[in-house]
């Protein structure tokens, strides 16, 4: 009897302890928002919200800000909805459906394999509900500021419709280039727009169909992102150089020059009023915004990587009295300018506490003196921050360790929340566990940075996890993060951790958020994939902690994590006994410069490197067990990069698992399908590491 009364005690210990509380299914049920839009004018708000699939508009408006649906599509067909604006009155809200904005190319997405392919539409419906309009194939609107019609994007060229859908577009642009980057005039009555012409592009004007476009100082240059002034008067835009020029070293690092232009519209009469430093680090920024170009009543504004971090700098129209608006080693990201041009809020990771280099707060300053404030501050994640047509109140998308994101009121550093009822009841936010700020050293003596995840159970010798994110620019966080593609991956970690996985997410270098140094460094990519030295020393840290099976430490990632996965698999099997590739680069030769008419002097030496960086490169050491998955409309990562290495397998007779996905792309449309993958992940780690001893 004592027996039986022991191994009852036991069996309910190991229920309590080993038992799981929630699913992937319910981990993945959150809606998550995109698209945070303001109105013009008064105190509106939009955003879209993927509610398992099913992708809706919703809205809110002052006082009470209760969030309230206004469309109703109920499929989980991998519509995504893009192109968010409210019009100048408030009444409409103009959206896109179709497309995966997230791929090198946006065009019709069909991931429920519908014998004829869905398109890329522009929709309206009223602020308060109703009818929703089809104003006509097409992407990209932007709403005019006196008027209620649209101007987008189809084919390359530029349409004008009604807001209404009352009468059909018209072409108003259709000419030589490809037509972008337009923006209306402050009294709605023109238009500036980008016309790539492959090697250059130009600035134009358009008034009406019946006059010729107004190219602005045209050149040999590429001219970029135009910005009125606020009296319509001038524009002031980017110019970069055009395409050309001998051939350059491949594995040397060069300065991308940049400049900013004014040009008085009146006069015709333009000039360069700054030139980026000729350094690396005054190179064009490649950050979220890229320039970040801003008219602010007097002042310009753009950002800037000239002191080793993405900052915001103000000038005066003329280009002197340039000031460094942000100081400080943190970044800069989501600006936004607020309607009376007076303040700029931004998201950034600086903040009272050492874990806030892996969070993101919201901050302001004016855009004429260095006078940041935090509007944000605590153990939370906010990002996407947006003003108030009125000036009066400031939003953001907001997310803890626990609770996913959702839109919010920033008010005095206090968050209140919009649309919480929208998480749904059984999804298992008590079951969090809070992940922990944690650095270690790369071989060559960097440092690296993770999140650790601790189940909460207290066994020993736990399998562990290494989580590579994509990119590569990017920054997991010590919470929800405000990217679709990596709230999955989160959602994923929260999961394994429940299952018994120890998870220790890798932010290696080439990632935001630690400075120029980190995130540009020398030899990485097929260069040389001076990188994955960080997810080594992720796993031999792992394998360095008392409570981890060193013989169970296994490997996942997506995109240029898959890379990096496929790298470990390849040259470290000994250390990951497990891996799940998922789109991942690996094939690194390529033809460095296709367009070149001689051969760049370090080609030889290039293609070497491209070589020992490749994954394929590592077959014949590639011991580990590992899963393949790829979706075969990728438009970011080729599905011959998965073809390529499942046959390099075959012909080894090498056993590999693989999950191949028909006619869904890089970023999981369906909903059905981001779960399938992870549901396929968590068993594969599950089976090759937990109950595989």
């Known amino acids: 009897m004592k027996k039986i009364t022991l191994v009852f005690v036991l069996m309910v210990l190991y229920v309590q302890i080993y038992a799981q509380k929630f699913n992937l299914k319910s981990v993945l049920s959150y809606p998550f928002p995109s698209q945070l839009v303001t109105a013009p004018a008064g105190s509106k708000i939009a955003w879209a919200a993927n509610e398992q699939g099913k992708r809706n508009i919703y809205v809110a408006e002052a006082p009470n800000y209760e969030a309230m649906k206004i469309t109703s599509f109920?499929?989980?067909?991998?519509?995504?909805?893009?192109?968010?604006?409210?019009?100048?009155?408030?009444?409409?809200?103009?959206?896109?459906?179709?497309?995966?904005?997230?791929?090198?190319?946006?065009?019709?997405?069909?991931?429920?394999?519908?014998?004829?392919?869905?398109?890329?539409?522009?929709?309206?419906?009223?602020f308060t509900g109703g009818k929703i309009n089809l104003i006509s194939e097409g992407d990209n609107p932007v709403i005019s500021p006196s008027e209620n019609q649209i101007v987008f994007s189809k084919a390359s060229q530029l349409l004008l419709a009604p807001i209404d859908a009352s009468a059909p577009a018209k072409v108003i642009i259709n000419m030589k280039g490809i037509q972008s980057g337009y923006k209306w005039s402050p009294d709605g009555k023109m238009i500036a727009f980008v016309?790539?012409?492959?090697?250059?592009?130009?600035?134009?004007?358009?008034?009406?169909?019946?006059?010729?476009?107004?190219?602005?100082?045209?050149?040999?240059?590429?001219?970029?992102?135009?910005?009125?002034?606020?009296?319509?008067?001038?524009l002031v835009f980017v110019r970069t150089p055009g395409n050309g020029n001998a051939v350059d070293s491949i594995l040397t690092k060069k300065h991308q020059p940049w400049a900013i232009c004014v040009v008085d519209l009146n006069t015709g009469q333009g000039k360069q009023i700054w030139k980026a430093p000729e350094t690396v680090m005054g190179s064009y920024p490649s950050i979220d915004g890229g320039a970040n170009l801003f008219w602010a009543n007097d002042k310009i504004i753009t950002a800037s990587y000239e002191d080793g971090w993405p900052h915001l700098y103000s000038m005066n129209i003329d280009g002197t009295n340039r000031?460094?608006?942000?100081?400080?080693?943190?970044?800069?990201?989501?600006?936004?300018?607020?309607?009376?041009?007076?303040?700029?809020?931004?998201?950034?990771?600086?903040?009272?506490?050492?874990?806030?280099?892996?969070?993101?707060?919201?901050?302001?300053?004016?855009?004429?003196?260095?006078?940041?404030?935090?509007?944000?501050?605590?153990?939370?994640?906010?990002?996407?921050?947006v003003v108030s047509g009125d000036g009066n109140t400031i939003f953001?998308?907001?997310?803890?360790?626990?609770?996913?994101?959702?839109?919010?009121?920033?008010?005095?550093?206090?968050?209140?929340?919009?649309?919480?009822?929208?998480?749904?009841?059984?999804?298992?936010?008590?079951?969090?566990?809070?992940?922990?700020?944690?650095?270690?050293?790369?071989?060559?003596?960097?440092?690296?940075?993770?999140?650790?995840?601790?189940?909460?159970?207290?066994?020993?010798?736990?399998?562990?996890?290494?989580?590579?994110?994509g990119g590569p620019q990017r920054q997991m966080f010590l919470g929800w993060n405000p990217m679709d593609y990596y709230s999955i991956?989160?959602?994923?970690?929260?999961?394994?951790?429940?299952?018994?996985?120890?998870?220790?997410?890798?932010n290696y270098r080439l990632g935001l958020g630690y400075g120029f140094d980190f995130h540009k460094p020398i030899n990485a990519g097929a260069q040389g994939a001076s990188e994955y030295q960080d997810i080594k020393a992720a796993g031999e840290w792992l394998a360095a902690q008392p409570d981890i099976d060193n013989k169970r430490i296994g490997i996942y990632g997506?995109?240029?994590?898959?890379?990096?996965?496929?790298?470990?698999?390849?040259?470290?099997?000994?250390?990951?006994?497990?891996?799940?590739?998922?789109?991942?680069?690996?094939?690194?030769?390529?033809?460095?410069?296709?367009?070149?008419?001689?051969?760049?002097?370090?080609?030889?030496?290039?293609?070497?490197?491209?070589?020992?960086?490749?994954?394929?490169?590592?077959?014949?050491?590639?011991?580990?067990?590992?899963?393949?998955?790829?979706?075969?409309?990728?438009?970011?990562?080729?599905?011959?990069?998965?073809?390529?290495?499942a046959k390099r397998f075959e012909d080894k007779k090498f056993e590999f698992e693989f999950l191949a996905i028909p006619d869904d792309t890089h970023h999981w449309m369906k909903f059905s399908n981001?779960?399938?993958?992870?549901?396929?992940?968590?068993?594969?780690?599950?089976?090759?590491?937990?109950?595989?001893k």
């Open 74 to 126: 109920d499929e989980d067909d991998g519509q995504e909805l893009s192109g968010l604006a409210i019009s100048s009155d408030g009444k409409w809200v103009v959206f896109v459906r179709g497309g995966d904005h997230g791929g090198r190319d946006g065009g019709p997405v069909n991931a429920s394999s519908f014998p004829i392919m869905p398109k890329v539409e522009i929709y309206s419906v009223p």
């Open 323 to 385: 000031i460094l608006l942000t100081p400080g080693n943190f970044v800069v990201e989501n600006v936004k300018l607020s309607n009376d041009r007076k303040t700029i809020v931004f998201a950034s990771n600086t903040g009272n506490s050492k874990d806030d280099l892996d969070r993101r707060h919201i901050y302001k300053v004016s855009v004429d003196k260095p006078d940041m404030k935090a509007l944000s501050t605590g153990s939370g994640i906010e990002s996407y921050p």
């Open 489 to 506: 991956d989160y959602a994923l970690n929260q999961y394994l951790a429940e299952l018994g996985f120890t998870v220790l997410s890798v």
């Open 195 to 234: 016309s790539n012409r492959t090697d250059h592009s130009f600035i134009g004007i358009y008034s009406d169909v019946k006059t010729p476009i107004r190219w602005i100082q045209p050149s040999f240059s590429k001219d970029a992102t135009p910005v009125w002034s606020p009296d319509g008067t001038k």
């Open 558 to 645: 997506g995109s240029y994590g898959g890379y990096l996965v496929a790298l470990a698999l390849g040259k470290d099997s000994k250390l990951f006994a497990a891996g799940v590739d998922i789109h991942g680069v690996n094939n690194r030769f390529s033809n460095n410069n296709p367009d070149a008419k001689e051969p760049a002097p370090d080609a030889v030496l290039a293609a070497k490197k491209a070589i020992e960086s490749s994954p394929v490169t590592y077959i014949k050491t590639w011991t580990s067990p590992t899963l393949l998955i790829h979706a075969d409309d990728d438009r970011n990562v080729a599905f011959n990069q998965s073809v390529d290495l």
């Open 674 to 692: 981001g779960l399938k993958v992870s549901e396929a992940t968590a068993d594969f780690l599950k089976r090759k590491l937990i109950e595989k």
């Open 396 to 469: 953001c998308l907001s997310s803890t360790a626990e609770r996913p994101l959702l839109p919010a009121v920033l008010n005095n550093t206090k968050i209140s929340l919009i649309g919480e009822k929208l998480i749904p009841k059984d999804f298992p936010i008590r079951n969090m566990v809070i992940p922990k700020h944690v650095s270690f050293k790369a071989a060559d003596g960097k440092t690296v940075y993770g999140q650790l995840f601790l189940p909460k159970n207290n066994a020993e010798k736990r399998p562990a996890i290494v989580y590579v994110h």
